[in-house]
């Protein structure tokens, strides 16, 4: 019963040691975090797999230029061998009248090798120029998938430090308030405040406790989240190793020098109009004559007997042939093909005009919004730095007996509005930046 007892009391334990073992601790920075999406998130892996996809496509593109061998290998049984028709004079019947004659045994077998290889075929040769091209169109869709990773990950990251930034602040707020309740408590107890005074820093100090209950919350989503986006298993524990400064975004530097070839999705656009190049090239080669060689070697064998294991004869067939297959008229098929792949060239090159004034536009509108971020930064800093005064000096004058609890609450209430509004600044003077480096390309 003892030992019985004892196994079962050491499974959960067991449990515990194992779900320790299982669960990682990962400490990264923010370019750490980067590196650990860039292979383990399932956006990025899938559009690796599109790439891996193209590879295997263009070499199917490159087997139709090399050698097809193929064999085969037939049996008929002629259950009624077919009958031929022949003068009736060559067998010494009347002239005029047919003779019903059966040529052939009952049972054939053949055996051969067949090699079919194309000596020129347009549309095969601008194939196998386009693999590079369609390769490097995926290759960069997977950076467009990098980059939007990359950004998202810079936000959130961000908003991480900003709001452990907010809880250390929150922290601060509440010792504050204790020590302030803790005062208030002992003057009502010596007669130089009243229970109301008690009972208002009690309530502002139960608020500051809630808020940063929210705060927290709020935080363990945004791991969560940030996890996910990553790739990363929820279980797994995350501590962000960087630190965030006000300096650190106040340096930011805006540059109106950029070019339209540092976004991706300028670069994918070019060469998806290269892709539409070769395809108006590869339907105009339609109208070229192609050439095949076949070549084919057999073996075959006629009995009559059903007799696999009597020794029979074998009659080797072998020939070359080429095949030349010219276009003469498709109803116009050809034609339409390449109108159809010169339209959509042409809403290619219209996309690509397009962007251009869509990248103006977001770099432009990314360098405003990081200029009023920065100006918006700077006054809830000062606001922020001011309310922090303001409730440092109420507070002495109530402690000294020169002020009221009212002007205390007033100013702490202040104060966290402050607090709020200087951190909700300096995320969105981030998110300004990242966009902006967005917007030209060099994220």
Do not use: C
């Not at 309530?203 to 989503?221: D, G, P, R």
């Not at 200029?371 to 109530?398: C, E, F, G, I, P």
């Amino acid at each position: 019963m003892n030992n019985t007892l004892s196994r079962l009391l050491g499974i959960p334990l067991l449990l515990v040691v194992f779900n320790l073992r299982a669960q990682q601790v990962h400490d990264l920075s923010l370019a750490q975090s980067i590196d650990y999406a860039s292979k383990n998130s399932v956006l990025v892996k899938n559009s690796l797999l599109d790439y891996q996809l193209q590879v295997q496509s263009n070499r199917a593109t490159t087997s139709q230029a090399l050698p097809q061998v193929s064999g085969n290998l037939g049996w008929t049984d002629y259950i009624q061998i077919p009958t031929t028709l022949i003068p009736s004079e060559f067998t010494g019947g009347q002239p005029g009248t047919f003779t019903p004659l059966k040529f052939g045994t009952q049972y054939n077998t053949t055996a051969g090798v067949t090699l079919t290889q194309i000596l020129f075929d347009g549309q095969v040769f601008v194939g196998l120029q386009a693999r590079q091209a369609s390769l490097d169109f995926y290759r960069k869709r997977t950076e467009i998938t990098e980059q939007m990773v990359r950004a998202n990950i810079n936000k959130i990251y961000y908003q991480l430090l900003v709001g452990k930034w907010q809880i250390d602040q929150v922290d601060a707020n509440i010792s504050s308030q204790q020590e302030l309740l803790h005062n208030s408590t002992e003057m009502f107890k010596n007669g130089f405040a009243e229970q109301l005074d008690v009972d208002k820093a009690t309530v502002q100090l139960a608020n500051l406790e809630s808020e940063k209950i929210q705060v927290e919350y709020q935080l363990s989503n945004g791991y969560l989240g940030l996890k996910v986006l990553m790739g990363m298993p929820v279980k797994d524990s995350l501590h962000l190793s960087d630190t965030l400064t006000y300096d650190m975004v106040r340096d930011a530097a805006l540059n109106d020098d950029y070019k339209y070839t540092d976004r991706r999705d300028y670069q994918l656009l070019q060469i998806n109009r290269q892709l539409n190049e070769f395809d108006i090239k590869r339907y105009k080669k339609e109208y070229i004559p192609t050439v095949k060689l076949n070549v084919n070697y057999s073996q075959n064998q006629y009995t009559s007997d059903f007799n696999w294991g009597q020794k029979m004869s074998w009659f080797p067939t072998t020939y070359v042939g080429l095949a030349i297959n010219v276009p003469i008229f498709d109803g116009f098929y050809k034609d339409a093909n390449i109108k159809q792949a010169k339209l959509r060239l042409q809403q290619t090159s219209n996309s690509i005009d397009s962007l251009k004034n869509r990248i103006d536009n977001d770099v432009k509108e990314s360098q405003i919004r990081f200029t009023a971020a920065l100006a918006t930064l700077d006054y809830q800093k000062k606001n922020m730095d001011l309310s922090q005064r303001v409730y440092t000096q109420t507070r002495k004058k109530y402690e000294q007996g020169l002020g009221s609890n009212l002007e205390v609450t007033t100013a702490l209430n202040d104060q966290r509005t402050a607090q709020a509004n200087y951190f909700n600044a300096l995320y969105n003077a981030i998110a300004a930046r990242v966009d902006y480096l967005n917007a030209i390309g060099k994220l």
